[in-house]
T-cell receptor
Framework: DQQVKQNSPSLSVQEGRISILNCDYT??????FLWYKKYPAEGPTFLIS?????DKNEDGRFTVFLNKSAKHLSLHIVPSQPGDSAVYFC????????FGQGTTLQVKP | NAGVMQNPRHLVRRRGQEARLRCSPM?????VYWYRQLPEEGLKFMVY????????ESGMPKERFSAEFPKEGPSILRIQQVVRGDSAAYFC????????????FGQGTRLTVV
């Protein structure tokens, strides 16, 4: 039973353009979400979070949007840079982090 | 402030041996999580511990796997009688509290069973 789903396994964008990574969840009780970035052979790195009392949180090039009625969140990266190429995980913190399957982002120079 | 420290980074064990993976949380963090990443798969939750307590072990295999987080010292994930299917990257994360808070990950221990 996957409570957090990332339906796009991969995404390729051109440097300088916007990257949009999507995530859906099933449990309406989830109220805190986080995005992590992971490079091969390294641990996940925390990127940005959002509480359900907000619908948007911005940190530099990274913005997370939350649509509670649709149980959907998205991560926008703009402008995208080649160093952003990594696997991105959406999670909900319910006392334990429940991870999506991840989306591999490739930013082409 | 040092981050989450995991050791060893790489561990090779023969089938049937025991593997011990250590995780020292960030300073001030009393909550530890263990995750496993099998090749070509995502991060799977294993266990969530607070000092001297197992809070949630719903992701732990029923046999051979155990975890502890003593009052003093690192958290330990122990795998007894390892099999080839245990080969994976094991990640530890820590957080200062329960729920609505960020958790920070270590670099992982890559276990190879030969």
């Amino acid at each position: 039973d996957q409570q957090v789903k990332q339906n796009s396994p991969s995404l390729s964008v051109q440097e300088g353009r916007i990257s949009i990574l999507n995530c859906d969840y099933t449990n309406s009780m989830f109220d805190y979400f986080l995005w992590y970035k992971k490079y091969p052979a390294e641990g996940p790195t925390f990127l940005i979070s959002i509480s359900s009392i907000k619908d948007k949180n911005e940190d530099g090039r990274f913005t997370v949007f939350l649509n509670k009625s649709a149980k959907h969140l998205s991560l926008h990266i703009v402008p995208s840079q080649p160093g952003d190429s990594a696997v991105y995980f959406c999670t909900s913190n319910t006392g334990k982090l429940i991870f999506g399957q991840g989306t591999t982002l490739q930013v082409k120079p | 402030n040092a981050g989450v420290m995991q050791n060893p980074r790489h561990l090779v064990r023969r089938r049937g041996q025991e593997a011990r993976l250590r995780c020292s949380p960030m300073k001030g963090h009393s909550h530890v999580y263990w995750y496993r990443q099998l090749p070509e798969e995502g991060l799977k939750f294993m266990v969530y511990l607070q000092k001297e307590n197992i809070i949630d072990e719903s992701g732990m295999p029923k046999e051979r796997f155990s975890a502890e987080f003593p009052k003093e010292g690192p958290s330990i994930l122990r795998i007894q009688q390892v099999v080839r299917g245990d080969s994976a990257a094991y990640f530890c994360a820590s957080s200062p509290g329960w729920g609505n808070t960020e958790a920070f990950f270590g670099q992982g221990t890559r276990l190879t069973v030969v």
